[in-house]
Nanobody, 121 residues
């Protein structure tokens, strides 16, 4: 059974930094892609950054130059380094892992439970 678990959220002042981590477990296959999304109340979940095997990272325009996504493939882990945080970055951040399993050979998306990031002004 695949599990995706995020950690690293919290409260930080504007201009500060946080690092989120996400581990995907339960599959013998490395993820095809891992990424971060965020959601605020009343709004749709939006892409923050993704990293696709063989395709490289992609970022939302709002975080380019401030956030960096990186992966440790040996650990099936993805990180999101967030610098120069702004109050508008406040959201629940979700990790998504796209991967195959023994039961499902076509890659499927698996989501974590989310971690709260709050940036105070």
């Amino acid at each position: 059974q695949v599990q995706v678990v995020e950690s690293g959220g919290g409260l930080v002042q504007a201009g500060g930094s946080l690092r989120l981590s996400c581990v995907a477990s339960g599959s013998n296959f490395s993820p095809n892609a891992m990424g971060w999304y965020r959601q605020t109340p009343g709004k749709q979940r939006e892409l923050v950054a993704t990293d696709t095997t063989g395709g490289g990272p992609k970022y939302a325009d709002s975080v380019k130059g401030r956030f960096t996504i990186s992966r440790d493939n040996a650990k099936n882990t993805v990180y999101l380094q967030m610098n120069t945080l702004k109050p508008e970055d406040t959201a629940v951040y979700y990790c998504k892992a796209t991967l195959r399993t023994q039961s499902y050979t076509i890659p499927r998306d698996y989501w974590g439970q989310g971690t709260q990031v709050t940036v105070s002004s």
